[in-house]
């Protein structure tokens, strides 16, 4: 029976979504505030049905419920339990619940922290969000419900896609589409701002914080995707350019894009029109993303079992709300006006050019990946674009981008002095120049390996020396601590972010530079060599899993003699499924990793095996992480918590007055 | 009004784009481009070979047989597609068919044979992608079949699926190998 019940949930919440779609924009509209005031009680209700439908999914996979079917496609009664919930959202029904049950719940948490915001925002805020999960909603019930029943009843499950019995792809998708989802967010305000006209510094400031965390997510989410392939997939790659990595790749890159824009908007008051745009093209891709995902039209490692009739329901669906969207752009965008003015140099123009260059970077990844689509589409043949391609065109658009990250900060609002940020960042050129070249000559490197070594240091000394004269302004007349204290978490968050696209960029540099790969037939005993480690093939054992068979190697890593580490890769054999996997062994290291993965074996008993050295492969994980503290910062900021700790409604038109502090981060 | 339509014009290409590569994916076959080399000579190069840089490969040195020059890349998600069928049907040994492994990692290419199965006689390692240029190739994969007197006759664009084999490949190959 539960099954059913979860069916009916489902539909409840699809009847909530749709009032919640249409009378409270109604009420907007006319100026209704009962019909306006049912917004959050209807976001509440919608969350609490997708919760229930959820659990009752999550709790049909822990009592391996084989009578459902996508239970019974995806789990088994000998896979341990953690991975028999998070094989919930190990299929293509189940990861959209889950983003149904994210949407809702961000839907939910804007009505909870919208105290302050006036009536008819919140109503049409609610609203669309609301339409975007009727869209969700529906297509989950129409054409991939979860809850359907097999007419006869497997005695057991097919089990779960052994790549995804890991712990990273238990939160990796979580993330991932809490930072899609979360843009919704951010269009929500922003087609709100568009009904109703009002495109001021107060909606960019609602929408900031939303934003920074959808951003932040999704940081996390792309991350814990590419530290997945790195071990996972067995060969130390940890970005291929795949079709479904651009798809997240590219919000990325637009939501970055967003962040400035807002902070543009927030500030001055400029380029309204633009940051609206943004808004509405992040989370356009992000449904982009799931078309190219679901709908079979690229082949790609990620993609689930497609169907045509999906394709066309998720199409249609992204002609109404992405063509809507624009339409609704083109009509009201005109009467928004410009703004205030700005010079030729200034901070608004430097987070202009980054925007034109995150945006064109967009657009060559969007081309890059859709184009096989659309040579296919055109009858021209099928074929893959891969890595050569969007590695020639996205390096050199990121260099100026990362020139700008430490240019900007130290250029004025308005009316910047071209003069000035010289001199402020003559040292830190020079330094960083300086270091980069004594890298580049003791290491032999490549001219490639020292470019990104400068940009590193520009980048991480140049936000440093930000920070720290922020510090010493008032030195002498004010206690450290209280300088501290009154620097803004917003602008840590941005000095932070920075420096951790410098560290990201650093160790990507040298990974990609520097690393030392050797592929070998071994037999116990036998010895390979790379990056000057030794890696001696032990012994090779029998290992038995839960539900896997496996081959585990005994690896003896040496340097000089010296002894540093035993590692033990398997080759698994999985006995439901009946497919072999590779479990690479790691020894993670400040300075470099140690990867070792099996290959295949051969008649006469060798092992291909895979040894690599990868220097700094760490830094490229924590440069994420780093970036992604940075978007919790910011969001944090203590100007945003302020109204959600006041209950109280605000006037309309109260804002405060900008301290000078504020007003440069 | 004008410059703010821009935006949703852009999209509108984008959608039918995705819309006739719906339509294409029930009825998806690879298609036939054609190409100017057909019928001429196959561009004379010489290349180092993925297992061993020393060992080079040229065209010449398969003239007097009819032979299949397979373009691949580890990188390319489609190639998955035929290199199964490829790895079949090189067992029954019809005839040589050499691998020609484009803008690819040397590592990543064995790789990819290591564990996929190699159903090369020997592969071609071009890893800058000059002789593909002379080659024409517009994307990968790409199939050539070569006649005795070492002219292109045929090219498959895209993977080889069981149809094209059957079809045209087989027929064409049984054909060359008498003349």
């Not at chain 1, 479904?244 to 400035?260: D, K, Q, R, Y």
């Not at chain 2, 070979?49 to 890349?73: E, H, I, M, T, Y």
């Not at chain 2, 992608?129 to 007197?149: A, H, S, W, Y």
Request: with cysteine; aromatic share 12%; net charge positive.
């Amino acid at each position: 029976m539960t099954p059913e019940l979860g069916n009916v949930a489902l539909i409840l919440a699809l009847g909530l979504a749709s009032i919640l779609g249409v009378l409270p924009i109604w009420g907007a509209h006319k100026g209704d505030a009962r019909w306006m005031a049912l917004a959050r009680p209807l976001a509440a209700g919608q969350f609490l049905f997708v919760v229930l439908a959820f659990g009752i999914l999550v709790s049909a996979f822990v009592n391996n419920d084989f009578s459902v079917s996508y239970v019974a496609g995806n789990s088994n009664s000998l896979l341990p339990v953690y991975y028999r919930v998070s094989a919930t959202w190990g299929g293509h029904e189940g990861s959209l619940l889950l983003w149904q049950l994210m949407l809702t719940g961000w839907t939910f948490a804007v009505a909870l922290f919208s105290r302050s915001l006036p009536q008819p925002t919140v109503a049409r805020v609610l609203g669309v969000l609301g339409l975007i999960s009727v869209g969700f909603l529906s297509f989950t019930l129409f054409t991939s419900n979860p809850f359907e029943r097999n007419l006869v009843v497997p005695p057991d499950g097919r089990d779960l896609n052994p790549l995804l019995q890991d712990f990273g792809m238990i939160i990796h998708p979580p993330m991932l589409y809490m930072g899609y989802v979360g843009f919704s967010v951010a269009f929500a305000f922003a087609i709100a701002a568009l009904i109703g006209g009002h495109l001021d510094a107060a909606w960019a400031k609602w929408s900031r914080p939303w934003t920074l965390l959808a951003w932040m997510f999704l940081t996390l989410g792309i991350l814990l995707g590419s530290f997945w392939a790195y071990y996972e997939l067995g060969w130390g790659g940890w970005w291929f350019w795949d079709a479904v990595e651009n798809a997240s790749f590219m919000p990325w890159l637009v939501g970055t894009a967003l962040i400035h824009s807002l902070s543009v908007t927030e500030k001055r008051a400029s380029f309204k029109n633009w940051t609206v745009l943004l808004a509405i093209l992040a989370f356009s891709l992000s449904l982009l993303g799931t078309f190219l995902v679901r709908s079979g039209v690229l082949t790609s490692v990620h993609a689930f079992a497609s169907d045509p009739k999906r394709g066309l329901f998720i199409l249609v669906f992204l002609l109404i709300v992405i063509g809507g969207s624009l339409v609704l752009y083109a009509w009201r965008a005109p009467k928004v006006g410009l703004g205030g003015r700005f010079a030729l140099f200034s901070r608004e123009s430097m987070l202009m050019l980054n925007n034109v260059f995150l945006l064109v970077t967009t657009g060559t990844v969007l081309l890059g990946t859709l184009y096989p689509l659309a040579l296919d589409a055109f009858g021209l043949g099928k074929i893959s674009v891969g890595p050569p391609y969007f590695e020639s065109v996205f390096v050199p658009l990121m260099l100026p981008v990362l020139v700008l990250i430490s240019v900007g900060p130290y250029v004025a609002w308005k009316e910047g002095s071209l003069q000035r940020a010289w001199l402020e960042l003559r040292g830190v050129a020079l330094v960083s120049i300086a270091l980069a070249a004594a890298i580049a000559v003791s290491a032999k490197t490549s001219v490639g390996v020292a470019t990104g070594l400068l940009l590193a240091a520009w980048i991480i000394l140049g936000s440093v020396q930000h920070l720290a004269q922020r510090l010493k302004a008032g030195a002498g007349r004010t206690p450290f601590v209280q300088r501290w204290r009154a620097v803004p978490r917003a602008f840590f968050g941005m000095v932070v972010a920075h420096v951790g696209i410098g560290v990201f960029v650093l160790g990507v540099t040298l990974v990609k530079g520097l690393d030392h790969a050797q592929d070998a037939s071994m037999k116990e005993g036998d010895t390979v060599s790379a990056g000057g480690y030794a890696f001696q093939f032990k012994s090779l054992e029998k290992h038995k899993g839960p539900n896997y068979i496996a081959g585990r190697a005994t690896f003896e890593v040496s340097r000089g003699g010296q002894h540093v580490v035993t590692l033990y890769p398997e080759k698994r054999f999985y006995v439901v499924q009946r497919v072999p996997m590779t479990e690479a062994a790691i020894d993670r290291g400040l300075t470099r990793d140690l990867y070792v993965s099996m290959g295949e074996a051969t008649p006469d008993g060798a092992w291909g095996v895979r040894v690599q050295v990868k220097p700094f492969m760490g830094w490229v994980w924590t440069g994420c992480l780093v970036m992604a503290l940075g978007g919790l910062l910011a969001a944090t900021d203590r100007r945003y918590r302020q109204r959600a700790a006041q209950p109280v409604p605000s006037k309309p038109h109260h804002t405060a007055p900008l301290r000078p502090s504020q007003a440069l981060s | 009004m004008k410059r703010y339509l821009l935006p949703f014009g852009l999209f509108l290409a984008l959608a039918s784009t995705l819309a006739l590569g719906l339509k294409r994916v029930d009825a998806s076959d690879p298609q036939e481009i054609p190409s100017p080399l057909i019928g001429k000579a196959t561009p004379a190069f010489t290349l180092g070979q993925l297992d061993d840089p020393q060992k080079q490969f040229s065209p010449q040195n398969l003239r007097g047989q009819v032979w299949l020059l397979n373009v691949w890349a580890s990188w390319c998600t489609s190639c998955r597609q035929e290199h199964a069928l490829l790895v079949d049907f090189s067992k029954q040994g019809v005839l040589p068919i050499v691998g020609f492994n484009y803008q690819d990692e040397r590592e990543a290419g064995r790789k990819w044979l290591n564990d996929r199965g190699n159903p090369y006689q020997l592969t071609a390692f071009d890893a800058d992608g000059r002789v593909g240029m002379d080659l024409g190739v517009i994307g990968v994969p790409e199939t050539f079949v070569i006649d005795k007197q070492g002219r292109v006759r045929y090219k498959v664009t895209g993977p080889i699926t069981p149809e094209i084999l059957k079809d045209k490949l087989l027929p064409l190959i049984k054909e060359l190998k008498r003349a």
